[in-house]
């Protein structure tokens, strides 16, 4: 939820009969944890992953405790990230696109940037993202071309450990 009026958002979870768990608006200090919150999606281990056009990726356990902001591969120490779409994988590995770097950002599951998947020759400005968990395929939706690209990049090998 975003309230344009003075710029605070939250995210409110509930289980699924629609029961009200928690609302996760602020950190431990206090501070609102998003200014521009865009997508939304949870990881398997419960961690609520938000998207935030100005914070970039803000990731909270279930509970709502702030677990890490990403903003961009660690050479950077400003936000160098413009999130849009988020997801995640059976690896816990958390995919982001980047308007900004025409990419998706690979994080894992405590932040730490793992690779960057160029996505400039088939997609023009990645907007959107979804995970297959039975192909182990994801699909990126370019925001205006009109176009869908399909990767693969865990082999069932990876994901059982066999």
Known sequence: ????DDYT?????????????????????GQGLYREPIYI??????DV?????????????????????????PSETRINIR????????????????LKSHSVHMIDKDGKCLSLIQTQQEINRP???SYDDKTHCF???SWNNNKVCVYRYISRHDYTGR
């Open 139 to 141: 699909w990126v939706g």
């Open 41 to 46: 999606t949870e990881n398997r281990n419960g």
């Open 83 to 98: 999130p849009r779409g988020v997801c995640t994988d059976a690896l816990l590995h958390i995919l982001v696109c980047d």
């Open 1 to 4: 939820m975003y309230n344009t």
């Open 49 to 73: 992953i938000v998207s935030d056009w100005n914070r970039g990726v803000v990731v909270t356990d279930q509970r709502g405790n702030h677990r890490f902001s990403y903003r961009g591969p």
């Open 127 to 129: 907007q959107s993202l």
């Open 9 to 29: 958002a939250n995210v409110t979870r509930y289980n699924n009969t629609g029961q009200h768990l928690t609302s996760i608006s602020h950190d431990s200090t």
